[in-house]
């Protein structure tokens, strides 16, 4: 399987597409006004302790205050608090009100929560993840083989010195490096980490200690492995800084990254924005004919899958199979391509042959292989829907590219003409008995005008003649289909 990293750059914006055999799998958007914050270090405040919650509120100088709960502190004798069930430790030992404290982001802000932070810091290279208050070596679950887990973890502790503390975690792009390119990077870490010790011992509250890598060097850092065929990029400047860091870091795949000179846009030549575009559509249709409904709310995600056009060939379980199928990969795609996170309920076709049912868990299982995020999958539950979460750090496509309408309130519906004219009729009536008015002058958009004077032409003259008093109407082009006003005159 071949894969592509696509980078575009403007001044304000900067786009990466990771495309797998001509297809876009997922699509990462960074603005300079919303920079992500995961990954940065900040020299906070605690402003409020929550013991019921066992939890806390740190301002570190962003809008909203963020969210530290007692799991994610070390405590102060150095150790980490992995008591979930809210077990010995209690948050009000571990911090008081106004104490400052160093913590990194570990969770952008999501809609109206703010970012949520840990004490526990750890920095990112190429190969390792370096944590300085732990002196243990981790070695990633998805390197596999024994005899690689063994022989990354005696080269780290070979390099490790006791007068250095800190320990290390090899990332799954460790595997098969040299022990030379795992002792540069455990050296870059450790001069990175005084760096960073040097900044927060004269920092205040709110400051930044430490900003992670900008998305263009922060996708080589992440994304870039043998897999990838080649990375190009629009932009001269990027493209140096890109290759300036690759020299340093990974120069056996500087042969990989390419400029793009071409005055067509990069991302139109493999047909991103067109995808982009279809990414932020509630209806996917499938190649079979059947189609997929995903729907994005604060608490979930759901799909609903449909046969649609697709009646199959050969019986009706076998329609539902295929579709099922099909769906199940077409869906792995769609949650990596638009970012979804949390919880995710999936309706697929009710099936009920029982190894159908796992041959679609198993493919949905399989396809999500590939993705970066961490993802958990239940068995088909009784009512026929399979629940799964997926790790989520960032904001979703649709709520970094869209908001909510203005006209709906991001409902997602309006109320009808019939509706509003008939809570016009109440208002009307509510208006003449409460002021003393020689008449009445109603203000509503073009649609319900328009039903109004026609089809509610007759309760209309009946109202007047209840009232006792005119109604006259004045079109508002500016009026929503909802908005309305009535004024006595």
Request: contains cysteine; hydrophobic residues 40%; charged residues 30%.
């Amino acid at each position: 399987m071949s894969e592509e990293i696509l980078i575009n750059v403007t001044p304000r914006e900067t786009r990466v597409a990771l495309v797998e055999n001509g297809v876009l799998q997922e699509i990462f958007i960074e603005r300079a006004a919303k920079r992500g914050l995961v990954g940065n270090i900040y020299r906070g405040k605690v402003c409020r302790v929550l013991p019921g919650m066992q939890a806390a509120f740190v301002d570190v100088g962003l809008e909203r205050a963020a969210f530290l709960h007692a799991s994610d502190v070390v405590s102060r004798e150095g150790g980490q608090d992995d008591n979930d069930d809210g077990g010995d430790t209690d948050i009000t030992r571990l911090l008081l009100e106004g104490q400052e404290i160093s913590v990194q982001v570990i969770k952008d802000p999501l809609g109206t929560k703010g970012a949520r932070l840990t004490t526990q810091i750890t920095i990112p290279s190429r190969y390792l993840v370096f944590i300085p208050n732990v002196g243990t070596v981790g070695i990633s679950q998805k390197i596999e083989g024994e005899t690689e887990r063994v022989r990354l973890r005696d080269i780290i502790q070979l390099f490790m010195t006791e007068q250095e503390a800190g320990g290390f975690i090899a990332r799954t792009a460790a595997e098969g490096a040299s022990p030379e390119a795992l002792r540069g990077d455990m050296m870059f870490l450790r001069k990175l980490w005084e760096a960073i010790s040097s900044a927060e011992s004269g920092a205040s509250h709110g400051s930044v200690i430490y900003e992670d890598l900008p998305l263009s060097i922060r996708v080589m850092r992440d994304l870039l492995g043998d897999r990838v065929e080649k990375v190009r990029i629009d932009s001269r400047e990027s493209y140096q800084r890109v290759q300036d860091f690759c020299g340093r870091f990974m120069p056996s795949l500087q042969t990989q990254i390419e400029y793009y000179p071409g005055e067509r846009p990069i991302f139109d030549i493999y047909g991103i924005e067109d995808e982009i575009h279809k990414a932020l559509e509630r209806k996917v249709q499938l190649k079979s004919g059947g189609y997929l409904i995903l729907d994005q709310t604060e608490a979930m995600s759901t799909v609903d899958v449909n046969t649609g056009g697709y009646v199959g060939h050969r019986n009706l379980e076998e329609t539902i199979f295929k579709t099922n199928l099909e769906a199940a990969q077409a869906l792995a795609r769609q949650l990596r391509l638009r970012n979804l996170g949390g919880i995710i309920i999936i309706d697929f076709i009710d099936m009920s042959d029982e190894d159908h049912k796992r041959q679609v868990l198993r493919a949905l299982e399989k396809c999500l292989e590939k993705d970066h995020a961490r993802t958990q999958i239940t068995e088909v539950s009784s009512l026929g829907l399979v629940e799964m979460t997926r790790k989520r750090t960032r904001e979703s496509l649709e709520h970094v590219l869209c908001e909510s309408c203005p006209t709906c309130s991001g409902r997602g519906t309006l109320k009808t003409p019939e509706t509003v004219c008939y809570e016009i009729f109440r208002e009307i009536l509510r208006e003449s008995r409460q002021f003393d008015a020689q008449q009445l002058l109603v203000l509503a958009s073009q649609e319900v005008v328009d039903l109004l004077l026609d089809e509610e032409s007759t309760s209309l003259a009946e109202l007047e003649a209840f009232i006792g008093k005119p109604i006259k109407f004045q079109v508002e082009a500016l009026y929503t289909q909802e908005q309305y006003d009535v004024v006595p005159l």
